[in-house]
């Protein structure tokens, strides 16, 4: 009886530390505070995986570029020095224009049209990742951006000469097109940015706006509604196929989930931060007719300018979005 329990113990012990071994921990980086929708629904990404895994395996988020700057995490999951990370698709611009439609000016203004767009870039880019290594989880959008400054913009000429903050290439092109001078400010920075002059004025979300306190840097919120950018999510496809394949069904399963949870969270975010933007003294304006007209000019000669870097992945994207 004692030797029966005896060995009984060791197998369970035997069966625990051998569990511990297939047990996995995945740490992944991403650019945007805990507070941001984004990170909030990485969390539950990884929440949901720990669950359908019984543990077995456990994702680390890293927030707030901790553990890798922004422009870096993509770089890092290829390389395969962390499995996975978020970051803004169009960081990628400048490796495939393809990774960049989401954020031409008025493309896609309306979450029904970003929809459409994400269908018609969804294999191209699944394609483009591939030969870095990479596969895409999910991809999310940002709530439809809007123009932030110190003063009230009534016209393109009102954006001349001021310092513009970019985080792309494509936002590079759009303070070029609109004479403003362009600064790369990444999101942890804006405050400190704005405070000490050195940048006057951003195209972002309703979100980075409120997360980032803009009412203590800059009174005037445009509601342009410009375009809708996504981030995405990769694995690096070596890590991933090291996965049993229940596991890696239970990653797919959560970033479907993830996928469909977080552009609900970016619906209900738009109105939201807006308002608080409102309750906390920043100016909300209606764009002028002139405005728009103005900010249009530049949205169809970045589109021109996109196709002719794009190529036939440009124009197979362009027709499936527009059919």
Do not use: C
Not at 15 to 33: G, R
Not at 134 to 142: D, I, T
Not at 164 to 180: K, S
């Amino acid at each position: 009886m004692f030797i029966t329990r005896v060995l009984s113990g060791a197998a369970i012990a035997a069966a625990s530390f051998s569990t511990s071994l297939l047990a996995d921990t995945w740490d992944m980086p991403t650019p945007y505070p805990d507070a941001t929708f984004h990170t909030v629904n990485i969390h539950d990404f990884a929440k949901d995986v720990a669950e359908a895994t019984g543990g077995e395996l456990e994702i680390k988020v890293h927030s707030a570029g901790s553990l890798f700057k922004h422009p870096e995490i993509s770089k890092a999951v290829r390389s395969g020095q962390v499995p996975a990370g978020e970051f803004f698709m169009g960081l990628l611009t400048n490796d495939n224009a393809a990774f960049g439609v989401d954020a031409l000016p008025f493309l896609a203004t309306s979450y029904e049209e970003a929809e459409r767009l994400w269908a018609a870039q969804k294999d191209i880019v699944t394609e483009l990742l591939d030969q870095q290594g990479l596969m895409p989880l999910y991809a999310v959008p940002w709530p439809p951006q809007g123009l932030y400054t110190t003063k009230e913009i009534a016209s393109v000429d009102d954006l001349a000469g001021l310092k513009f903050r970019t985080y792309n290439a494509t936002l590079e092109e759009f303070a070029n097109l609109a004479g403003a001078a362009p600064t790369q400010v990444e999101v942890p920075d804006i405050p400190q940015a704005f405070s000490t002059g050195r940048v006057e004025a951003m195209i972002t979300s309703p979100s980075t706006g409120a997360n980032s306190k803009a009412w203590d840097f800059l009174t005037h919120y445009t509601d342009i509604q410009a375009w809708i950018p996504k981030n995405v999510v990769v694995v690096n496809k070596r890590s991933f196929r090291r996965l049993d394949e229940a596991t890696q069904t239970a990653v797919l399963e959560a970033a479907a989930a993830a996928e469909a949870r977080g552009w609900e969270m970016s619906k209900a975010e738009t109105d939201a931060k807006v308002a608080v933007l409102k309750e906390n003294g920043i100016t909300i304006v209606e764009p002028s007719d002139a405005l728009m007209a103005g900010l249009r000019d530049i949205g169809a000669q970045m589109l021109e300018n996109w196709k002719e870097k794009s190529g036939e992945n440009g124009a197979a994207l362009l027709q499936a979005y527009q059919q």
